[in-house]
Each structure stands twice: as structure tokens, then as C-alpha cells.
């Protein structure tokens, strides 16, 4: 996993992403950590990733589409994860579970799949109005962007991200926020707050089909192990104060692997297996609950409602 790219991230980061509050910031930054998150039903309820690959199967002419029908390639790629499992072994406890969400053949399957779908040819039929018409589609969850505005103002917001397009993610992004200001008639709110998150997350798309921000990262994360590998290196190797959301098994290892992990949703069977495999999950209720320790603690949140009111107490 210490692959060259991740080196060279570490070597040249800005001061920018270390932990620090914002000037002028009212927040009690020292309070909380660095968030980092998962996107794709961690931030959004769906998975935009599918919101994507049909935004390519649309733009791409019938009798251009190398790729199987969408359904088949997805039934695909959950029978070769499937298969991964079995080959791999035993997952009855965290730490192996851990192992195998961070091994080669399970990344394997995720790099296999990008590859096949860059091979292809069918990103070259996107479209700069196509895209927007599918970033109009993509719902995220309820708060997310209350937590953000009050996040914003102690720190960095850093996504790392599986995703296909780093461009991608920054379109949901503005087209979110923008549809968030404009709902809630706000004029206090930062205007470019979509911009400021940063994003770490593979690029598919060889032109530019979305404006550039100085927060995108293209980066070849493809499975959990490359996320906590990175944010380890974000962090120069301190992850005490560090935070980590997500919403789904892949995302284990920077869950267990961060100071405090959070598990967004409320996927009833994860959870069951999850405790089955030894790990301890307790509700995040608020900011003393980021203060727990216990190994393979888990905290658990249905939305960002709970997250967003922690950080905008640190405001009072």
C-alpha cells in the first residue's frame, strides 16, 4: 500500500491541510477533529456512482457500447467481490475483515472494473450538459450541508473517495450547494463553500468537462486500505484527532484506522455483522461521545444531523 503517489503527497503537502482553525474563527477547533468522509452513501443517500454510469450509457450511442448492459456489468462486479471473499478466507473478526477490505485482491476487483470501464471508449460520449442533468439527481443527506457551513469555519473538509471522477464529485458538489442556498435563502453562508472541500478520488474522465477547483485530487483509491493510507499521510502519521464517516463495509479500515470512525446510515445487517465480528458499536449522541476510546470502537448515526449540531454548539 505505500505506493509512490501516496509519497509524494505526503512530501508535498500544503500547509493548508494540516488541522488548524480558520482565522477570525469562533469555533473551539481545538475541540474537534479533522473529518474526513466517504461520499457515496456516506454524504449522498445513493450512490452516485450510478448516477454516473448512467449518464455515460446515455451519452454513448446504442451501437457504441462495448460494455454489457449496466445491470449485468453491476451483477458483475458483486460476483467477482464475492468470489474475492471466498478466495480470500476466513472474515469472522474485525482485524480480518479489515485485511481483506485492504488486500490486493480486493482492490483488484475495483481497479479491474475502472480499467474495463476507461478501456472502453464509452466516457468519451460525455458531455458537460449531460453531466449536470445527472448531478441534478443526486440527493445527499439530510444536513449534510448545516454541517459543513459550521465544519467549514474550524478546518478542512477532506473527501476520500472510491468514485470514478474527481471532476465528477465537484459537480455534485456545487449543484447541491448551489440548490442548498437557494432552498434555505440564506446570504451568510459562504458562497463557495463547495469548492473548499477537498477531494481525493480516481479520475476516469480524460478532458475537462467541469471547471477545475484547487481542492481536486485525482488519486487512485480503490479500495479502504488506500483511503486510511492516504489519511494517515494527510496527518504526517498522527490520527489521534482525526474523524472518519462512512456508510458501508469498504470504508473498515479507515474506520478502525482513524481516531474515531463513524458509521452513517443505518444499514440494520452491516450492523449485525459488524458486532458479530467483534466490533463495538455505540450511537454518536455528541461531542463527548468523540472522546470514547475501546478497540474497534464503531460509532453510529442515522444522518449528519447529530454531527451538525456538535459542531454548531463549538460555535456558541
Not at 70 to 90: D, H
Not at 117 to 136: D, K, R
Not at 172 to 183: D, E, G, K, P
Amino acid at each position: 500500500m505505500e505506493l509512490l503517489w501516496l509519497s509524494t503527497v505526503f512530501l508535498t503537502l500544503s500547509p493548508a491541510l494540516a488541522f488548524s482553525p480558520r482565522p477570525g474563527s469562533p469555533c473551539s477547533c481545538d475541540e474537534l477533529p479533522r473529518v474526513f468522509t466517504d461520499f457515496d452513501g456516506t454524504i449522498s443517500v445513493n450512490n452516485t456512482i450510478l448516477n454516473f454510469a448512467e449518464a455515460v450509457y446515455a451519452a454513448t450511442p446504442a451501437n457504441k457500447r462495448t460494455l454489457p448492459p449496466l445491470a449485468s456489468l453491476l451483477a458483475e462486479y458483486e460476483a467477482n467481490i464475492t468470489k474475492a471473499s471466498q478466495e480470500y478466507g476466513s472474515q469472522d473478526t474485525i482485524a480480518q475483515e479489515v485485511a481483506f477490505e485492504s488486500s490486493t485482491l480486493r482492490r483488484n476487483v475495483d481497479v479491474t472494473l475502472f480499467d474495463r470501464v476507461a478501456a472502453s471508449g464509452m466516457i468519451s460520449y460525455l458531455n458537460s450538459s449531460i453531466l449536470q442533468s445527472a448531478a441534478e439527481t443526486v440527493v445527499l443527506r439530510p444536513d449534510f450541508w448545516e454541517w459543513a457551513v459550521a465544519a467549514s469555519r474550524c478546518g478542512v473538509i477532506t473527501v476520500l473517495s472510491n468514485n470514478f471522477s474527481t471532476q465528477w464529485l465537484r459537480l455534485v458538489l456545487r449543484t447541491t450547494y448551489a440548490n442548498f442556498l437557494s432552498a434555505n435563502n440564506t446570504t451568510h453562508h459562504p458562497t463557495n463553500l463547495a469548492d473548499k472541500i477537498e477531494v481525493y478520488c480516481p479520475e476516469i474522465l480524460t478532458t475537462q468537462l467541469v471547471t477545475p477547483s484547487p481542492a481536486d485530487h485525482p488519486a487512485p483509491l480503490h479500495d479502504g486500505g488506500d483511503k486510511l493510507v492516504l489519511l494517515r499521510r494527510l496527518v504526517r502519521g498522527d490520527v489521534s484527532r482525526t474523524l472518519y464517516l462512512g456508510d458501508s463495509v469498504d470504508d473498515l479500515p479507515p474506520l478502525v484506522g482513524a481516531g474515531h470512525g463513524v458509521l452513517m446510515g443505518n444499514d440494520t445487517g452491516l450492523m449485525a455483522m459488524l458486532t458479530k465480528q467483534g466490533a463495538t458499536l455505540e450511537p454518536l449522541v455528541d461531542e463527548t461521545s468523540l472522546h470514547a476510546e475501546g478497540k474497534d470502537l464503531i460509532l453510529t448515526t442515522g444522518d449528519w444531523s447529530v454531527l451538525a449540531s456538535i459542531w454548531e454548539e463549538e460555535e456558541k
